[in-house]
């Protein structure tokens, strides 16, 4: 049995983003900064609803880093045209930062982003054995997230196995293995 997959490595922290976008979701921009390097950019908001609410974790190294919010049009996101806010929280720091009167082309926001355990996530694993070697009888999953220990895996009667484990999000090797000769 041999499928090897890569679910991403995780970063030293994180931050959730929820920005809450006005009538011209278009117009609203974000990126981050770290030192004189661009970090990460936001996403192109042209395609989404205006009003719309954008919930977003963003992986980051730890250190001070800068949010840079802009507005192509200069009036910001909040009052004339819409509700519109943003919100920066992880489980370690809480709320890091938040604007609800952001109401011009750009404003900075400087944050240390401390580090911080990256939350787990259950993550399914499944395998049909169909076309698997006749000698397979339990199939496992092991990973860089358990220091490469097979996991049995269960059966579900629709000719499946499967498997969900909590896993830290971020990037992670993993591969199915026979659970009673993983070298298989």
């Avoid at 092991?142 to 000719?159: F, K, T």
Wanted: proline share 6%; net charge negative.
């Amino acid at each position: 049995l041999l499928f090897i997959g890569l679910i991403s490595l995780s970063q030293t922290t994180y931050i959730d983003l929820n920005l809450q976008l006005d009538t011209y979701p278009g117009e609203t921009s974000w990126l981050i900064t770290q030192g004189s390097d661009t970090v990460i950019t936001s996403p192109s908001y042209e395609e989404i609803a205006p009003g719309s609410l954008v919930e977003q974790r963003i992986f980051l190294n730890s250190g001070v880093h800068d949010f840079i919010l802009l507005d192509a049009f200069g009036d910001g996101i909040c009052c004339a045209f819409g509700q519109g806010y943003i919100t920066v929280e992880n489980q370690c720091s809480g709320v890091i930062f938040e604007d609800y009167e952001f109401s011009t082309s750009d404003t900075s926001y400087t944050f240390n982003a401390t580090p911080c355990d990256i939350p787990l996530t259950d993550v399914t694993f499944r395998v049909n054995l169909a076309n698997a070697p006749p000698d397979v009888i339990t199939p496992g999953v092991l990973g860089s997230w358990n220091g490469w220990q097979v996991i049995p895996m269960e059966y579900d009667e629709n000719d499946e196995w499967f498997l969900t484990v909590p896993i830290q999000e971020g990037n992670h090797l993993w591969k199915f293995a026979d659970y009673n000769n993983p070298s298989i």
